[in-house]
């Protein structure tokens, strides 16, 4: 399984079993994704609801693997807080110029 980015910032899914037919998903809402910096170590994603939710970026899930590192903007997302290496935050607002 692998997933890609569109012109539009949105994520594509592709899938393949042995022999089998390679298959295309998007999904139904408004989802962005923003490429992640170098030295992003993971996001808190602050909602609309005041629930928070913390996320890891990753280089890769296991020998020989890569994983695409994206932010992934959603409709119900009110603020997102990137933080790198450093301990350093960045904040980003969906709506934005700054997104």
Known sequence: ???LRSVKKQPLYFALQN????RT???NRQIQLL???QDDVY???EYEDGKKR???LYYGQSFYSQTGRYIQVDKHVAKITVYNT???PRTIIPGTKNL
């Open 86 to 88: 450093a301990g350093n």
């Open 25 to 27: 998903f998007a999904i």
């Open 54 to 56: 913390r996320e890891e």
């Open 1 to 3: 399984m692998a997933c």
């Open 43 to 45: 996001i808190i994603y």
């Open 35 to 37: 490429p992640a910096a």
């Open 19 to 22: 022999q089998g037919p390679l």
